[in-house]
């Protein structure tokens, strides 16, 4: 389901768009949950990385934010 959103936001949206990022994450937290931590891996660093782009160097409370929740899973 969050793969079929994902595409849609992309393709409404565009692939750095905040809303994106946030079905990026929670894709991340999918794959964790099921075990397939290098898909997660790859999930959350792409939200990072598009965080980083979208919201410039003035975004510590966000980065925060995902930082915790990789390190919880």
Known sequence: M???AL???EEALG???TSTLNTVNNLGALYADQGKLTE???MYERALRGYKDALGCTWPRK???YIGQRSTQ
Do not use: I, L, S
């Open 40 to 42: 997660a891996e790859k």
């Open 63 to 65: 980065r925060q934010e």
């Open 7 to 9: 595409r849609g936001y």
């Open 15 to 17: 692939p750095k768009h």
């Open 2 to 4: 969050y793969e079929r």
